[in-house]
């Protein structure tokens, strides 16, 4: 949960800082999303409407844009560092950095179950925490798993969904990806429910942020090398397939299905905005 500090600390401020560099920007997508709008069907296409409806992707034009721009960024730059980690680091270092990413987001995932009332996943969130902390060495190693008690994720754009707020027209934002209204909120929210976004304080604890955010995102690109490059390769309208994987899997994700539901998700291909929540 958030830490509450009745004293005006460096580290507090600190925080808030951070935290306000990222609001601006997402503000800013949102508003963005107000200029353009796809052309909507004849109403009288029932067919048309109803594919409307399920893409939901009234600002059309505007993402397809934002997608271009994101391509060339891709890359130019995210899949070449994605290839020089996955070169540099074995599968066994990688495995530790992801174990260790997780571990260290496991009290925004157990803010969000508590929000959601998932009391038996918050008390696995729990347990995991405090077995990969200990044993797994900080959370290099996944002993958790050993013992029966299986990771999940969650996020506050998962609970804004639970308690009824509607998703919004479907975003695609250059680098951070496919999103929503909903889930930008949401990845707002993450941001100020996470402790490391208050504790600590001084440009020491300013670059380890900064790192930790750059490798998430390194973590995630490498991910997904082979599954976005099938895409490009076989795909005749690489957006719409990343799109409908996006939807796909925040339905997965928001009903708590099983794992190997996701898998009807393109092997996790439209993580989007989320993969920086990992």
């Known amino acids: 949960?958030?830490?509450?500090?009745?004293?005006?600390?460096?580290?507090?401020?600190?925080?808030?800082?951070?935290?306000?560099r990222v609001l601006p920007f997402l503000a800013l997508a949102l508003a963005?999303?107000?200029?353009?709008?796809?052309?909507?069907?004849?109403?009288?296409?029932?067919e048309a409407v109803a594919e409307f409806r399920a893409t939901n992707d009234p600002l059309e034009p505007l993402n397809r844009g934002?997608?271009?721009?994101?391509?060339?960024?891709?890359?130019?730059?995210?899949?070449?560092?994605?290839?020089?980690?996955?070169?540099?680091l074995p599968p066994e270092v990688r495995t530790a950095i992801r174990n260790v990413l997780a571990n260290l987001r496991t009290p925004v995932i157990l803010a969000n179950?508590?929000?959601?009332?998932?009391?038996?996943?918050?008390?696995?969130t729990t347990g995991r925490f405090l077995v990969n902390t200990t044993v797994g060495i900080g959370g290099i190693f996944d002993r958790a798993t050993g013992f029966g008690l299986i990771g999940h994720t969650e996020d506050f754009g998962q609970t804004l969904a639970v308690w009824g707020a509607p998703e919004g027209p479907y975003l695609f934002i250059p680098v951070l990806g496919p999103s929503s209204p909903r889930?930008?909120?949401g990845f707002a929210g993450d941001v100020a429910m996470n402790p490391l976004t208050y504790t600590g304080s001084g440009e020491t604890w300013e670059a380890i942020n900064i790192t930790r955010t750059a490798t998430t995102a390194l973590d995630t690109r490498e991910g997904l090398i082979e599954p976005i490059d099938q895409v490009r390769a076989t795909s005749l309208d690489p957006y719409?397939?990343?799109?409908?994987?996006?939807?796909?899997?925040?339905v997965v994700e928001i009903r708590n299905a099983p794992t190997g539901a996701a898998a009807t998700s393109d092997s996790g291909l439209g993580s989007g905005i989320q993969g920086l929540r990992r």
């Open 1 to 20: 949960m958030i830490r509450t500090r009745l004293a005006i600390a460096p580290g507090t401020l600190r925080g808030r800082d951070r935290t306000h």
């Open 32 to 46: 963005l999303g107000l200029g353009a709008c796809a052309t909507r069907p004849d109403p009288t296409d029932a």
């Open 66 to 88: 934002a997608y271009f721009v994101h391509d060339g960024i891709d890359t130019l730059v995210l899949r070449p560092a994605a290839e020089m980690y996955r070169i540099f």
């Open 113 to 124: 179950d508590l929000l959601q009332g998932e009391t038996q996943r918050a008390a696995t």
């Open 183 to 185: 889930d930008v909120v």
């Open 240 to 250: 719409a397939t990343i799109r409908s994987a996006y939807r796909q899997r925040r």
